[in-house]
Every structure is written in C-alpha cells, then in structure tokens.
C-alpha cells in the first residue's frame, strides 16, 4: 500500500515515465450523447468482478462529507485524477456528457482530485470546465483502500451490487467506456 505521501515523490517520476504513453493512448473525449452505446452480448459478463468496492468517506471542495454509501444502488464511476494531469483533463468532458445522459438516478461519477494545491485550485478548475458532478479530495485512506494509484488518471467502474468490474490506468475514448457503463445499467 502507497501512502499519499509516496505517491506524491513517486507520482512526478512515474508521470514522467509513463505520461507518453498515456498521452498515446489519450484520444479527446467525444460526446457521449454523439455516438450512444450498444453493448455487446454478453458485455456484461466481459467485466470481471474484481472484489467489492472499498467504503470511503472524503470531503468535497466545499469541506461537506461524501461518503460512499450516498452512492448505493447506482453504477459508480470513481476517477482518481488532478487539474493538472493533461490525460485526466481529456477524459473530464467525456464524464460530464455521461452524468448528462444517464442522469443522477441511474449513474454517479466521482472525481477524487489528487491536488496537493488543495480544494480552492480543483473549485476553479470545476467552475472553468462546467463539471457537473461530485468532486471530493482524496487522502492516503482512500488511496490504500482502492488498492494503491500508481499513476493517474486511474479510474474504478463499480456496479449497482458494489462490486468493481473494471479499473483502469490511463484515459480511454469516451463511447469505449460508456459500452462498459452501458452494460452495467442493463
């Protein structure tokens, strides 16, 4: 288990290695709404369960509680990121198109900002980029219960059930990853 602390003196290097080729993978985020998801047959079953999902309580930009179970019953979308990370700001438009679409009934995304500048830095970042859904702050508890972030953007897609079916490092086009929320909302 990474610290926060570590990953805040391993993180710049790992960026630096790792931050080519994640630009490379990084397409711009399309539209969510522009290309809509069909899922495969079966798409659901392509998405192992990888354990349960950890609890967690943070603080938002505002300093007020957020805690997992607000989230129950709801396909989950837990993105480790930080303003300043160019992948994690390619894959934020694609989010904002998916808390559109499917609303805050069906799908919740939560942005865990790894800014050690603080919350005032990610408030702005969040009114600049008209983001519509729940930011908080993440600490070196949420990081150990995911299992450690050796890198960011690292994201965790949870089911309905709690489960965490898909835990990705680095962006991924925006309608690959809706076909996987898709599939989940069946």
Known sequence: MKSFRSLRQVLPVTLMLGLASCAKQAEPAKSAAAQPAKPAAGAM?????????????LKDVDGKAVSSAQFAGKVLVVDFWATWCGPCRQE?????????????????????????AGPEVVKAFIAKNGVNYQMVMGDDAVIGAFGGVEAIPTTFLIDKAGQIRDRKVGA???????RKIAALME
Do not use: F, M, T
């Open 45 to 57: 079953a392509a998405l192992p369960k990888l354990g349960a999902a950890p609890a967690w309580n």
């Open 92 to 116: 934020i438009p694609g989010y904002i198109e998916l808390q559109k679409k499917y609303g805050a009934d069906k799908l919740a995304v939560v942005g865990v900002s790894l800014d050690q």
């Open 172 to 178: 991924e086009e925006a309608a690959s990853y809706e």
